[in-house]
């Protein structure tokens, strides 16, 4: 029996419930996503830094009504990677 290796970026919790509500909103507000995972900023901030840098993200930092606005925003290859992950897991659900 082999096991599907499950991407260790994605295998956190919180990277996962980012990329699950930018999967189905494909882009959201920095504030949004903190809102609906009831992340710090300063966590919610290094997780998304590192799916940026894995190029599962595009941040947008910008200016609304003289506040800032950091927009994150899902890529192709993020999308790719988190269904790939699922399918990693349902191997393994289907094998157990």
Known sequence: MEFKD????LHNQL???????????NEAEFTYIKEKTDAT???LSVQVTKLKKAGYLIVNKSFKN???L???????KGIEAFEAYV???ESYIQKG
């Open 87 to 89: 399918k990693a897991l």
């Open 6 to 9: 499950l991407d260790p970026l």
């Open 15 to 25: 990277r996962l419930a980012v990329m699950s509500i930018l999967l189905n909103r």
């Open 66 to 68: 003289n506040y800032p």
């Open 41 to 43: 900023a300063g966590n």
């Open 70 to 76: 950091t927009t994150c925003k899902i890529t192709k």
